[in-house]
């Protein structure tokens, strides 16, 4: 592979321009050795570059870095529409056909920069279901865990998320649920505590409805 042109397109991010074939991108955090950000700097600071073909290891590192930027771009195309989780996230990329060890590679740089937060997914989704669902901290926290969010971010996204709602307010919400389905009063109990409520908030909500 013979390098035709390199121009940086924003910073860190280097479109290169081959001889024969299109031209493709690369992040330089993304290289393995020091010799193919040598090849890039000195490749940039010509003022008339000529075409260059790298050492074998170097090309072979440009070609990873340009496979790992590709799976960034493809995380980014995700994160763009909506607020995304790493493991889902990865299953989408491997689904698209790219390996496991670039897509993890691409998705630590997006955590690192902040465009990926488990954190910020459990507080998006929590705020989105309470919308249409009347559920306690229990069953959250398994929804939550069952996705595959990291269990440290599920769990504060729902400490900040309960200390902003009333319990007892949301658990009567179920409790009406169940009412305007006619379900039978001695099974209501078993379904609030299905729907991840304390016993205690159940039994004042429970106490509460019978006077």
Not at 7 to 36: C, W
Not at 64 to 69: E, F, G, H, I, T
Not at 104 to 124: M, Q, T
Request: glycine fraction near 4%.
């Amino acid at each position: 592979m013979v390098i035709q042109e390199i121009e940086q397109t924003s910073p860190g991010v280097y479109k290169l321009t081959p001889e024969a074939g299109s031209a493709f991108f690369l992040r330089a955090e993304y290289f393995l050795q020091d010799e193919s950000l040598n090849f890039i700097s000195r490749f940039t600071c010509r003022l008339c570059p000529q075409s260059e073909e790298p050492e074998p290891v170097v090309e072979e590192d440009i070609l990873y870095a340009s496979l790992c930027y590709a799976a960034e771009s493809a995380a980014m195309t995700y994160l763009a529409r909506a607020e995304q989780y790493r493991v889902s996230l990865a299953k989408k990329l491997l689904a698209k056909g790219i390996d496991k060890n670039v897509i993890k590679v691409a998705l630590n740089h997006l955590e690192e920069v902040g465009y990926l937060d488990d954190y910020r997914f459990a507080g998006a989704w929590l705020r989105n279901r309470s919308i249409d669902h009347a559920e306690g901290r229990t069953r959250l926290e398994a929804e939550l865990f069952s996705r595959g969010v990291k269990r440290e971010d599920a769990k504060r996204a729902l400490d900040e998320y309960c200390a902003s709602v009333d319990e007892e307010s949301v658990c009567r919400r179920a409790l009406e649920k169940l009412l305007r389905k006619k379900v039978p009063s001695e099974k209501h109990y078993a379904a609030l505590v299905r729907l991840g409520f304390s016993s205690s908030t159940i039994r004042s909500i429970l106490s509460g409805s019978e006077c």
